[in-house]
């Protein structure tokens, strides 16, 4: 079972930052936090991942707080594009696996 | 480069006959990963193969197999089908898999099974 929660779904005007909270109480020093998202009749696309630093890449950024009990997603100008099903997942590392949750499924308004 | 391509797209079979589904990984990656996507149970992983060999299996039953070709590209089957068989299956490929440890699966576009 999924070890993660995440809020079924969320809405974000367009243009506006989305954020996106993930609960991952029970991470253990070695579990990764992993974010895809998942686009209407297409497989799962990886945006991110972080172990306890904050991270950035061109699709969102990632802030971990300092006890690691929880993230958020922040993709900073949301487009209809990003309208989604986005997944946290907490993995082991050496694991060969991901164990995807229900997700929250972001709907961006115009 | 060109990205994973998972054929057929759609496939209708009917319960008790089994189906073949193929999976073409990306350029150079050896790692492939079969995973089940229904509205009731969501994504489920079934196997991962690397270099031909299955490192890890999820809990399908054993109607569930699949096998990895020299050349990466792997197969899943499904014998004697069911209707709960019913779903999206999704492929995905890595340089090396998750224990190699970017994290980053590449998904293809998945084949939608229809048990009838």
């Known amino acids: 079972d999924a070890k993660t929660t995440q809020p079924t779904s969320m809405d974000c005007a367009e243009g506006r930052a989305a954020n996106l909270p993930c609960n991952h109480s029970?991470?253990?020093?070695?579990?990764?936090v992993y974010w895809y998202r998942q686009i209407h009749s297409q497989g799962p696309q990886y945006i991110i991942h972080?172990?306890?630093n904050n991270e950035t890449n061109e699709m969102a950024s990632l802030i971990i707080t300092e006890d690691r009990k929880s993230s958020t997603l922040i993709l900073p100008h949301a487009t209809l594009r990003d309208t989604a099903v986005y997944y946290c997942?907490?993995?082991?590392?050496?694991?060969?696996?991901?164990?995807f949750g229900q997700g929250t499924r972001l709907t961006i308004n115009p | 480069k060109a990205g994973v391509t998972q054929t057929p797209r759609y496939l209708i079979k009917t319960r008790g006959q089994q189906v073949t589904l193929s999976c073409s990984p990306i350029?150079?990656?050896?790692?492939v990963s079969w995973y089940q996507q229904t509205p009731g149970q969501g994504l489920q992983f079934l196997f991962e193969?690397?270099?031909?060999?299955?490192?890890n299996k999820g809990n399908f039953p054993g109607r569930f197999s699949g096998r990895q070709f020299s050349n990466s590209r792997s197969e899943m089957n499904v014998s004697t089908l069911e209707l709960g068989d019913s779903a999206l299956y999704l492929c995905?490929?890595?340089?090396?898999?998750?224990?190699?440890?970017?994290?980053?699966?590449?998904f293809g576009e998945g084949s939608r099974l229809t048990v009838l």
């Open positions: 995905a490929s890595s340089l090396t898999g998750l224990a190699g440890y970017t994290g980053e699966l590449f």
């Open positions: 029970t991470i253990s020093g070695n579990e990764y």
């Open positions: 972080g172990l306890k």
């Open positions: 997942i907490d993995l082991i590392q050496g694991a060969q696996k991901l164990v």
């Open positions: 350029s150079g990656h050896r790692s």
């Open positions: 193969y690397f270099s031909e060999t299955q490192r």
